[in-house]
Structure formats: structure tokens, C-alpha cells
């Protein structure tokens, strides 16, 4: 209909442990701003306050929060249940949102809400998720938390970005094999999110366009197929012009696993 305006994508961001979402937005506004200009960038602090020392005391003024607690080995957590059970409320009245964005304990809590959310156990009634990226994530240790969460394979568009310093470089890579089909985006950096270079910055652009793409097209004429793909739904004598559509408006990945190499030094 002329002069109706098409709705942005909802993200959700989830900040670094004993951060902040202040924070997490000059960290993302080192990136291209044509990257999510379609797109609504949500940015909430943890919901409980620093318990200790910041990384970044000195570089970004306080307050710091973190959204839970665990122990050396990453095997026990406090007040995670609280934090989910917040930020479900949080999504349901503040939302819907079409997907997340985190850093390091963001990415990790938000992977482990995409695959309950995938399961049931959370956000029944709300939307699926359509997206997801994480920069330097993890998968969560419990046993009784993997055998729910990491069940599956997660199927939403995901992009994961892998640091060749960061400590945390291997279970980044653990966590997306648990995604449908992911994009990896690498750089030689440590535990940060990182500047990139035009290459970098045409992947996560190109990642971004063909969401929006897929969103664009109206919906009486697409299905979600159970994979992520989008499905036109026409009858057999539309069908060539189906087959057009489709092509130019695919929403699935259906390429292997692409990798883009080579990312400017980061800054904190």
C-alpha cells in the first residue's frame, strides 16, 4: 500500500560481562552504520550490578552490570534462571524482537535463549527469532543445560565472529556448529569486538541485505519452511514466476560455512 512504512527489524543486544549497553553501542559503532541501518538496535544493561572489577574501568564510565555469575570452570551459575526469566519479560513486553546481538556473555546467554526458545522451554508465545550475531560466544557447560539447549541444530541466520587471540576462540567455534549453516567472520584479534576491513564489512552488509530482502516480501506469498528457508506460495500456473521469486528473495544461507579473513586491529 503507497505510503505505508515497512516496520525495522528488532535486535536485541546483550552486553559483555561487567559492561554495559552503553558500551556495547560505541563497541558496535566502529562498524559501518549502512550495516543495521534497517534494522532497530535495542541495547539493555545487565540485570545485576558489577560484582567486582571491569575490564573496562578507565576507558568507558561506569555503571557496569553483568547479567549472571559462574565459577572458574564455567560449569556453575548463579541467578541464571532470574536472568532468563528477566529477560523473557522483558522481550514479551517490550518486544517482539527478530533477533540478538551479544559479546562474550551476551552472545553466550543469547545462543542459550535461541535454542530454548527452538525447544519451548522459553518465549512460547512470542515470534521466532530470525537472527543472530555473536561475537566471541560460547555454549553454556552443564550437561543439563546443553541436553536441552544445544539439542538441535539451532536454525537461525547466525554470524560468528572469531578471534585468533581470544581465549575464547575455540568455544566460539564449538558454538557455531550448533547454528544452521553459520557465517564465520575471523580476526586476528583477542576477546573484543573488532574493527573491520572492506572485506569483513561486505560479508556482515551482504548477511544483513538479504534479511532485509527476505523480510520484504509479502507475506501471503511465503511460508517458513521448518530449515530457515522462504518458500513462495503460489498456485501451479504462477509457478515460473514462483521460481523467480524465490531465487531473488532467498532468506536461507545455502552456501557451506563462508569465512572472511583479514580485520582491521581492534580498539576497546
Not at 528477566?86 to 545462543?111: M, N, R, V
Request: hydrophobic fraction near 35%; proline fraction near 6%; include cysteine.
Amino acid at each position: 500500500m503507497e505510503g505505508k512504512t515497512e516496520k525495522k527489524l528488532r535486535i536485541l543486544c546483550l552486553h559483555g560481562f561487567r559492561t554495559s549497553g552503553g558500551f556495547l553501542k560505541k563497541q558496535i559503532s566502529k562498524w559501518d552504520p549502512s550495516i543495521f541501518a534497517e534494522f532497530d538496535l535495542v541495547f539493555p544493561d545487565g540485570i545485576f550490578p558489577a560484582g567486582g572489577k571491569s575490564d573496562i574501568e578507565g576507558i568507558f564510565p561506569p555503571p557496569y552490570f553483568e547479567w549472571f555469575q559462574f565459577d572458574k570452570e564455567f560449569t556453575e551459575y548463579t541467578n541464571l534462571e532470574e536472568c532468563i526469566s528477566y529477560l523473557c519479560e522483558y522481550i514479551t513486553s517490550k518486544g517482539p524482537f527478530d533477533g540478538f546481538l551479544g559479546f562474550s556473555q551476551g552472545a553466550t546467554l543469547s545462543a542459550l535463549l535461541l535454542g530454548y526458545q527452538a525447544q519451548g522451554k522459553v518465549l512460547k508465545e512470542h515470534p521466532p527469532m530470525k537472527l543472530f550475531v555473536s561475537v566471541s560466544g560460547s555454549k553454556f557447560r552443564d550437561p543439563s543445560i546443553c541436553e536441552v539447549a544445544y539439542k538441535d541444530i539451532i536454525k537461525v541466520k547466525s554470524v560468528h565472529f572469531i578471534g585468533a587471540k581470544d581465549w575464547l576462540k575455540l568455544p566460539s567455534e564449538e558454538l557455531a556448529t550448533s547454528f544452521d549453516n553459520p557465517l564465520i567472520i575471523r580476526h586476528p584479534q583477542g576477546h573484543t569486538v573488532p574493527r573491520l576491513d572492506e572485506v569483513a564489512t561486505e560479508q556482515l552488509r551482504s548477511w544483513t541485505a538479504e534479511i532485509i530482502q527476505c523480510h520484504s516480501l509479502p507475506e501471503n506469498k511465503m511460508h517458513q519452511l521448518e530449515n530457515g528457508q522462504a518458500k513462495v506460495v503460489t498456485n501451479e500456473k504462477n509457478a515460473e514466476e514462483a521460481n523467480k521469486i524465490n531465487n531473488q528473495g532467498r532468506c536461507a544461507m545455502n552456501t557451506d560455512k563462508r569465512e572472511a579473513e583479514g580485520v582491521e586491529p581492534a580498539q576497546a
